[in-house]
Nanobody, 122 residues
Framework: QVQLVESGGGLVQAGGSLKLSCAAS????????MGWFRQAPGKEREFVAA????????FYADAVKGRFTISRDNAKNTVYLQMNSLKPEDTAIYYC???????????????WGQGTQVTVSS
């Protein structure tokens, strides 16, 4: 069982930045992949970004490409999401996920965190 705890969410003005962290209870180096998803009110949970085991390969949703950066520090068992140039439409609960079963961009991850709220004001 892997426990994931997100942190770093908050309220920020449009154009600002936030850095989310996801701390894992086990060695992230043993996870083949980790990802970030988000869910806005009334919408389905959607893929944001993912990273492979070594950190050498990353994936991004078109909506965040060029603004968000995912990274991982396996020595600290932590995955990060640096979010720049934030927009009001980025407002959502952001979830960390580990160990995908069917591709990095699907919701088929075995483990999920509780989420952290990100609110971007206009």
């Amino acid at each position: 069982q892997v426990q994931l705890v997100e942190s770093g969410g908050g309220l920020v003005q449009a154009g600002g930045s936030l850095k989310l962290s996801c701390a894992a209870s086990t060695r992230t180096a043993s996870s083949p992949g980790m990802g970030w998803f988000r869910q806005a009110p009334g919408k389905e949970r959607e893929f944001v970004a993912a990273i492979n085991k070594s950190g050498g390969t990353t994936f991004y949703a078109d909506a965040v490409k060029g603004r968000f950066t995912i990274s991982r520090d396996n020595a600290k068992n932590t995955v990060y999401l640096q979010m720049n140039s934030l927009k009001p439409e980025d407002t959502a609960i952001y979830y960390c996920a580990a160990d995908p079963r069917e591709g990095y961009k699907t919701r088929s991850y075995n483990y999920w965190g509780q989420g952290t709220q990100v609110t971007v004001s206009s």
